[in-house]
């Protein structure tokens, strides 16, 4: 049974950092891509990053890009999301996900196929 499990997310200033963490179980995270997404209240589900299996592509949506980064930890079976200069726009509920493919090709929510419950992040002025 796959699981994943999100972690590392909390309450940060603007321009602080988090770093959150997807454990997996089940299945070798790194066979899979690995994605996380992120939700605001009245907003409709946004793809942050995404790594393909193996960690040879990686993919940032446009308002993340220069700020996050996305990484794995094979001996963990965990994906990361290292998350800089933080904006109160940032502020949302962010999901772990897994395609069944190696690759990834995009962050569209639809194409993941296993999902965490997610952990919030809240990022005040």
């Known amino acids: 049974q796959v699981q994943l499990v999100e972690s590392g997310g909390g309450s940060v200033q603007a321009g602080g950092s988090l770093r959150l963490s997807c454990a997996a179980s089940?299945?070798?995270?790194?066979?899979?891509?690995m994605g996380w997404f992120r939700q605001a209240p009245g907003k409709e589900r946004e793809g942050v990053a995404a790594?393909?299996?193996?960690?040879?592509?990686?993919y940032y949506g446009d308002s993340v890009k220069g700020r996050f980064t996305i990484s794995q930890d094979n001996a963990k079976n965990t994906v990361y999301l290292q998350m800089n200069s933080l904006k109160p726009e940032d502020t949302a509920m962010y999901y772990c996900?897994?395609?069944?493919?190696?690759?990834?090709?995009?962050?569209?929510?639809?194409?993941?196929?296993?999902w965490g419950q997610g952990t919030q992040v809240t990022v005040s002025p």
């Open positions: 996900a897994a395609r069944t493919s190696r690759f990834c090709y995009s962050l569209v929510s639809t194409t993941y196929t296993y």
């Open positions: 089940g299945y070798t995270a790194s066979s899979k891509c």
């Open positions: 790594i393909s299996a193996g960690g040879g592509f990686l």
